[in-house]
T-cell receptor, first 111, second 110 residues
């Protein structure tokens, strides 16, 4: 019944590894987002897809690559993880330009 | 200057008291405004939208001041369960790209 679900909830990995985070929404929304929340609690947009099309691509290292196989799914793949990538990553969905529904977050720790 | 700024707090509020805080935004073309609540180690959840004429939802009142470019949130009769971080969100485009403030922490004490 979860509206926006992300997996995994926690991810601890070593520098240099490649990892993926998955997100799925069952709300029928047309737009999905990835946000990063750093240690200062600042939520910053990374990417947005509308009906599988990339519409927002903020200044994010190209080690981060989003993929949207369909409008209900938006995954995030991160190559060559760095210490500075440690953060909480939130997936969200909306029916533009309405407010977001967030997933519960993925706490990524790079060691 | 950040696009959306909030006083980080914490605002320490006795139970039953009223607390109010603002969020300023820099882009005069901003169209939609929201308040979110985020509990510790949880995701942000929509508290309320902010309408031009101001709006109320129970003990919560939101106001928009376009001339001075800020929104406000007032919490009346504070409950212990109101302790959280309150994030404002502002959007300027129809793509739904939200700019969030860093949040205002509210701590309600018995």
């Amino acid at each position: 019944d979860t509206a926006v679900s992300q997996t995994p909830k926690y991810l601890v990995t070593q520098m240099g590894n490649d990892k993926s985070i998955k997100c799925e929404q069952n709300l029928g929304h047309d737009t999905m987002y990835w946000y990063k929340q750093d240690s200062k609690k600042f939520l910053k947009i990374m990417f947005s897809y509308n009906n599988k099309e990339l519409i927002i691509n903020e200044t994010v290292p190209n080690r981060f690559s989003p993929k949207s196989p369909d409008k209900a799914h938006l995954n995030l793949h991160i190559n060559s993880l760095e210490l500075g990538d440690s953060a909480v990553y939130f997936c969200a969905s909306s029916r533009r330009p309405k407010s977001y529904t967030f997933g519960s977050g993925t706490r990524l720790t790079v060691v | 200057r950040k696009e959306v700024e909030q006083d980080p707090g914490p605002f320490n509020v006795p139970e039953g008291a009223t607390v109010a805080f603002n969020c300023t935004y820099s882009n005069s073309a901003s169209q939609s405004f929201f308040w979110y609540r985020q509990d510790c180690r949880k995701e942000p959840k929509l508290l309320m939208s902010v309408y031009s004429s101001g709006n109320e939802d129970g003990r919560f009142t939101a106001q928009l001041n376009r001339a001075s470019q800020y929104i406000s949130l007032l919490i009346r009769d504070s409950k212990l369960s109101d302790s959280a971080t309150y994030l404002c969100a502002v959007t300027t485009d129809s793509w739904g790209k939200f700019q969030f403030g860093a949040g205002t922490q509210v701590v309600v004490t018995p």
